[in-house]
Nanobody, 116 residues
Framework: QVQLVESGGGVVQAGGSLRLSCAAS????????MSWFRQAPGKERVFGAT????????YYADSVKGRFTISRDNAKNTVYLQMNSLKPEDTAVYYC?????????WGQGTQVTVSS
């Protein structure tokens, strides 16, 4: 069982920045593929970004490419999402996801609200 705890959400004005963190349990964090998803009110949860276990490979949804950066610190069992140039349409609950040993785990989510 992998436990994920997100933090760093909040309210920010359009054009601003936030950094989300997701702390994971487990002794083999460097083998987990980590991702960020988001769910806007009344909409489905959608993919945002993913990063390989070593951190060497990343992939982004078109909607966040060039504005968001996913990274990880395997010594701290933590994955980050740096969000710049935020837009009102980025308002959502942001979820951290881990794929570990073929199993999928989700965090509880953190709210990001971007005001215009």
């Amino acid at each position: 069982q992998v436990q994920l705890v997100e933090s760093g959400g909040g309210v920010v004005q359009a054009g601003g920045s936030l950094r989300l963190s997701c702390a994971a349990s487990g002794r083999t964090f460097s083998t987990y593929v980590m991702s960020w998803f988001r769910q806007a009110p009344g909409k489905e949860r959608v993919f945002g970004a993913t990063i390989s276990g070593s951190g060497a490979n990343t992939y982004y949804a078109d909607s966040v490419k060039g504005r968001f950066t996913i990274s990880r610190d395997n010594a701290k069992n933590t994955v980050y999402l740096q969000m710049n140039s935020l837009k009102p349409e980025d308002t959502a609950v942001y979820y951290c996801k881990a794929v570990a040993n073929g199993n999928t785990f989700w965090g509880q989510g953190t709210q990001v609200t971007v005001s215009s």
